[in-house]
């Protein structure tokens, strides 16, 4: 069974992209700006960029290890603890 979700867009400058490999003469000769950085999508002719955005459950407790948080005071260990507190009408 084969079933259609669409077209996908590819990201400029991604290694399905017809640019992956250009180096800046090649892009001139391809009449594309040699600075392009790639890292988005084209679509219907317009720029369209994903951001991820990443928020912390509300009222949960999350655990991580930083081994850098040792170097900040003698007492301090790697793990730490942090929590998104929000009140309850605000849900």
Avoid: W
């Avoid at 399905?16 to 892009?27: A, E, I, T």
């Avoid at 951001?51 to 900040?72: E, G, W």
């Amino acid at each position: 069974m084969n079933l259609n979700l669409g077209e996908i867009p590819i990201m400029v400058r991604s290694k399905h992209c017809h640019l992956y490999n250009y180096d800046g003469q090649s892009m001139i000769d391809k009449y594309e700006d040699y600075c392009e950085f790639g890292g988005y999508f084209v679509l219907n002719g317009l720029e369209k960029l994903i951001r991820l955005l990443v928020i912390q459950k509300q009222n949960y407790p999350v655990a991580f290890i930083r081994n850098s948080y040792m170097n900040r005071m003698s007492n301090f260990t790697g793990y730490a603890v942090q929590m998104r507190t929000v009140r309850e009408d605000l849900y």
